[in-house]
């Protein structure tokens, strides 16, 4: 028996347990409470799910589709990300048998919209204007995610993460006949917390949103502190909602 074993087993009884806890000024979990693993909580709370479709909005260079290939390898993965310099370093990152990427932006509707370098939590980032003078900004083709979804043939999302620097709910906007008949299980959007952070779309309007789809918060993640304010609130925060389809 390993060490490791033996000390589970002791603390499998709850005066041991208790006493370990007061004298070490620690507690000891069984798991991690909600809202610190989102894949965890998925598969503590969600057992039954399969998560087979994964579209990933703002896939960036491809930090989470690593995450994805990890936790669900079986999975089909749709990368979209719209610099092309970004893009490029994206198809190089891909680790994922079942990934694909697409060089495009999603909006509320479709046509042209120009990617324009901005400076966002003290760094530099790009955002989307529909412009007619273009301010020098990159053309990007555009479509809603229930072009996307039809172009690929795609009939389930099983999990949606929306990363668009300030643009989420705009996404979610393209997206709502997928919506409205429950074709997205799990979506992921950053958010705002505060109203002095008006870059990232405030809580309230994604739950109001939603809410009116019946989709409801299943947890808060990655939650970030104001640094711009430097002040102990939150500033933003990653918000994942689940379809009453599946709660349900």
């Known amino acids: 028996m390993s060490i490791r074993s033996i000390i589970q087993g002791a603390f499998s009884s709850s005066p041991l347990l208790r006493t370990y806890e007061r004298l070490s000024g620690t507690r000891v979990l069984k798991k991690l409470p909600v809202g610190i693993d989102l894949f965890a909580d998925i598969r503590y709370t969600l057992p039954k799910m399969t998560i087979s479709t994964i579209v990933d909005v703002g896939a960036n260079i491809g930090q989470s589709e690593e995450e994805f290939v990890h936790h669900f390898p079986k999975a089909s993965i749709y990368c979209i990300e719209p610099h092309p310099n970004t893009f490029d370093q994206l198809k190089k990152n891909v680790i994922g048998q079942h990934t694909k990427c697409f060089n495009i932006g999603l909006d509320a509707t479709g046509g042209t919209l120009y990617l324009n370098a901005g400076v966002l939590d003290e760094s530099v980032s790009f955002t989307f204007q529909r412009n007619d003078d273009q301010n020098g900004g990159i053309?990007?083709?555009?479509?809603?995610?229930?072009?996307?979804?039809?172009?690929?043939?795609?009939?389930?999302?099983?999990?949606?993460?929306?990363?668009?620097?300030?643009?989420?709910?705009?996404?979610?906007?393209?997206?709502?006949?997928?919506?409205?008949?429950?074709?997205?299980?799990?979506?992921?959007?950053?958010?705002?917390?505060?109203?002095?952070?008006?870059?990232?779309?405030?809580?309230?309007?994604?739950?109001?949103?939603?809410?009116?789809?019946?989709?409801?918060?299943?947890?808060?993640?990655?939650q970030i502190h104001d640094f711009v304010l430097k002040e102990p609130i939150l500033r933003r925060a990653n918000l994942v909602f689940i379809s009453p389809s599946v709660y349900k």
């Open 139 to 222: 053309p990007v083709e555009v479509m809603t995610l229930g072009q996307f979804a039809t172009n690929n043939a795609i009939k389930q999302i099983d999990l949606l993460k929306i990363d668009t620097e300030g643009l989420d709910l705009r996404v979610l906007q393209g997206a709502e006949d997928l919506l409205k008949d429950q074709k997205i299980n799990l979506i992921q959007v950053e958010a705002s917390m505060n109203s002095s952070n008006e870059f990232h779309v405030h809580q309230a309007e994604f739950i109001q949103y939603m809410d009116k789809l019946g989709y409801l918060l299943f947890g808060v993640y990655d």
